[in-house]
């Protein structure tokens, strides 16, 4: 008797404990493997997310990559929204493998997205209208990104843990590249100044609610939670945040920059950033498509997957053949 | 060369080993071949590095990690870094030490002596598998293609083979 | 030869060449970067933008052998010109469609495909000559710049083929772009008014030598693709290498320098 006979002989509890034996035990999960439907559906939410925001995300950045302000920086933000897209491909490449059980494939992650049952990243919902905003984007959000990202190379899939491995070594050239944006113009002219405070105060409650809300009763769901029992993640929105804290406040503090919340302090005692918390309603309104770009960015999608699509069309007679 | 000189390029040489692609963490810029020539007069050294391609934003980077990494190398006081284009930087420069270190990336090294224009045979570098389908050339970065495995049904990346065209 | 040892009149086509390889790629890698995020599926984005963010560093190492031979900044060359100066083909800085890449873009696959495919046809042709210029420093780029154009050709190609053979809407919307593209290709042919000293300064080939291999290399293709060849491509609205341009290229130069130009003085 085979090893895959017997297990198939489990009935449904056995193959559970097996299985949070097996990621308990640090054993990477594959995509041929038997996993609960909860996993798979928590899985599917979570990358094709993680996904289709690195898509998205492309989008603000993208209004900058003509009109950024030296040939270099042409070169450098052309880079980054390019690795963003090759990120996207990759992770849609997993969660389309996860989909394929459920009988779901590109088309449908897509057609989730225009019909906002797929949700993207509260930050790629908002306004970007100056060149200082593009450097807080590749600085703070790729920054915040890195953050998250780096507590799911350990997840519990092997080949979101994989891809993952690449993409955060790259995230980490793009916050790179967003400092030395954000260097240039707080030693630069008092113009230069003011559009970057202007942008980080833009941006300031949005980066908050990058992380999530502290519990699930801000938002009634228990995503979080979940994914941690199954070693998805390791941290909670509320860990992940104060890190973010613990490595940027000091750097923006430094540059002379003031972060719009004059309650912010570190507190010895709990060891903890003290913040004026986002207003997570707003959150709620924002990745639900009603952020100040959210319906924009999300037309430009729409407008060119139905304008090209006469090239699939085309493209799938001649696989056809 | 005198003892003495021959000491400081082998100091300098293992702080370039420090020195990584900006995107690839585990890869140095000597794994990849980047480093053409490394030469010491008195206390300064000069270094010339070939760009793996013409349009790269990191060589700003690069330029100061190699600055930095030379800093802390005893009786250098200055280091000039030129890029240069000539030779060309091919894949085939690339270390076997670099081609291990990429496949732990899940990046598959190049073939070796690769003709442009020819295909080239690439495999999982997760399982070793050659039952791979090509999904994209062009990959997340400019000199990477993106892959995928139907035996470990992981995807991956691939280094495009470049070589010299004469 | 090095910069030491060039003639006046041999620099002089030194430069117009040099402006004109550089505003090429300047120009359609910008129209390429507009297409960002709406390209006809992801693995396009993926591709497209690799494609433009290259030619963007083509521009840049011809902007930098231009700034090494005594013409200003790249950045100012780049950013400050004023529209008439640009040495660009004026089919390489037309729009991709109604609309902006910000508004509404209504861009058009079809005409991006020819576009591209006819100048990466060209563009290995001019490499594959210049591979030998007499200029050392625009030799060493040239062969740097081929092993990347190589995966453009190779990837044009294949859409430009795929789309040709394909179904009936695509071959109406691939033969009426190859309409649009041949009234103004002519002027990525030709090597403008200073034509004959850029030859006689061994920079690179004939422009009739190299015309006839374009030529010769599309007529085969669509001969392949079941497609008749048209005849010589023209030049119907000027020579952009005389510095004659469309409005097209106005606003593309107020885009691509609307921040530097705020203030050039200041770093960025
Ligand atoms: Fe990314
Ligand atoms: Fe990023
Ligand atoms: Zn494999």
């Given at each position: 008797m085979t090893v895959g006979m017997s297990f198939n002989q489990l009935s449904e509890e056995e193959k559970m404990t097996h299985f949070l034996d097996r990621i308990n035990a640090g054993e990477k999960i594959e995509p041929d493997d038997w996993m609960p439907e909860d996993y798979r559906l928590q899985l599917i939410r979570l990358i094709s997310m993680h996904g289709i925001s690195e898509i998205m995300g492309a989008l603000p950045e993208k209004e900058w990559v003509p009109k950024a302000p030296s040939l270099h920086r042409k070169l450098a933000i052309m880079a980054k929204v390019q690795d963003e897209m090759g990120h996207g491909q990759l992770?849609?490449?997993?969660?389309?493998?996860?989909?394929?059980?459920?009988?779901?494939?590109?088309?449908?992650?897509?057609?989730?997205?225009?019909?906002?049952?797929?949700?993207?990243?509260?930050v790629f919902h908002m306004d970007a209208p100056t060149w200082g905003d593009a450097g807080i984007i590749a600085w703070l959000v790729d920054g915040a990104a890195i953050i998250s990202q780096s507590m799911m190379l350990d997840s519990s899939y092997g080949p979101y843990a994989r891809a993952l491995k690449r993409i955060c070594a790259e995230e980490v050239f793009h916050a790179q590249h967003g400092e030395s944006i954000i260097l240039a113009m707080a030693e630069g002219t008092p113009e230069q100044r003011e559009m970057l405070q202007d942008s980080l105060n833009r941006w300031w409650e949005s980066l908050i609610m990058f992380f999530g809300p502290k519990s699930a009763k801000e938002t009634g769901n228990s995503n979080a939670d979940k994914n941690i029992m199954y070693k998805i993640r390791t941290k909670t929105n509320e860990d992940l945040r104060q890190e973010f804290f613990t490595k940027y406040i000091p750097r923006i503090w430094s540059l002379g920059l003031t972060i719009p919340d004059d309650t912010i302090r570190f507190d010895e005692d709990s060891q903890m950033w003290i913040y004026k918390d986002a207003d997570w309603s707003k959150f709620k309104q924002i990745v639900s498509g009603n952020g100040p770009q959210s319906q924009n960015r999300l037309d430009l999608r729409r407008r060119s997957y139905k304008n090209n699509e006469w090239v699939r069309t085309a493209l799938a007679a001649k696989k056809a053949i | 060369m005198s003892e003495l000189k021959s000491s400081m390029i082998d100091s300098v040489m293992d702080a370039l080993g420090d020195v990584k692609d900006p995107e690839i963490a585990s890869v140095s810029i000597l794994d990849l071949g980047m480093v053409h020539e490394v030469d010491v007069t008195d206390d300064k050294v000069r270094i010339s590095v070939l760009p793996t391609f013409s349009g790269c934003p990191a060589l700003h980077i690069i330029e100061r990690d190699i600055k930095k990494a030379i800093e802390n190398v005893e009786g250098i006081t200055s280091a000039e870094v030129k890029f240069v284009f000539t030779p060309s930087w091919t894949t085939d420069r690339i270390t076997p030490e670099g081609r291990e270190s990429l496949k732990e990336f899940g990046i598959s090294p190049p073939p070796a002596n690769h003709v442009m224009g020819e295909p080239w045979e690439i495999d999982c570098p997760y399982c070793g598998s050659t039952y791979v389908t090509m999904e994209n050339i062009f990959g997340p970065t400019a000199c990477r293609?993106?892959?995928?495995?139907?035996?470990?049904?992981?995807?991956?990346?691939?280094?495009?083979?470049?070589?010299d065209m004469g | 030869m090095t910069q030491e040892t060039l003639k006046p009149q041999e620099k002089?086509?030194?430069?117009?060449l040099l402006y004109q390889l550089a505003d090429d790629d300047f120009l359609l890698?910008?129209?390429g970067s507009e297409w960002l995020g709406l390209a006809p599926h992801i693995e396009e984005d993926v591709a497209f933008s690799s494609i433009s963010q290259d030619m963007m560093g083509h521009a840049n190492l011809y902007y930098n052998l231009l700034e090494n031979i005594g013409e200003g900044e790249a950045d100012r060359i780049a950013h400050l010109r004023s529209p008439n100066q640009f040495r660009n083909a004026i089919i390489l800085e037309e729009v991709n469609g109604p609309g902006t890449y910000l508004k509404?873009?209504?861009?058009?696959?079809a005409f991006t495909v020819v576009r591209n495919y006819f100048y990466a046809v060209h563009k290995h042709i001019r490499l594959d000559s210049l591979r030998h210029s007499s200029y050392e420093p625009l030799a060493e780029a040239a062969r740097k710049i081929m092993t990347e154009q190589y995966y453009h050709l190779m990837h044009w190609e294949i859409w430009f083929k795929q789309l040709m053979t394909s179904t009936d809407e695509a071959i109406l919307r691939m033969t009426a772009a190859i309409q649009k593209v041949w009234k103004d290709f002519g002027g990525v042919l030709t090597l403008g008014p200073y034509y004959e000293d850029i030859v006689k300064a061994n920079l690179i080939d004939d422009e009739n030598v190299m015309k006839k291999r374009w030529n010769n290399k599309i007529e085969a293709v669509l001969k392949e693709v079941g497609a008749s060849y048209p005849g010589e491509p023209r030049m119907e609205r000027g020579n952009g290498r005389n510095g004659v341009h469309t409005e097209d290229l106005k606003q593309a130069t107020a885009t691509l320098s609307e921040v530097y130009a705020t203030n050039p003085a200041t770093g960025w």
């Open positions: 992770l849609l490449r997993v969660a389309e493998d996860l989909m394929a059980p459920l009988g779901k494939n590109r088309h449908d992650i897509m057609e989730d997205l225009f019909s906002g049952k797929l949700k993207f990243h509260n | 293609s993106i892959l995928y495995c139907k035996s470990c049904k992981n995807p991956f990346e691939a280094m495009k083979p470049v070589a | 002089k086509a030194l430069i117009e890698a910008f129209r509404e873009p209504d861009y058009d696959w």
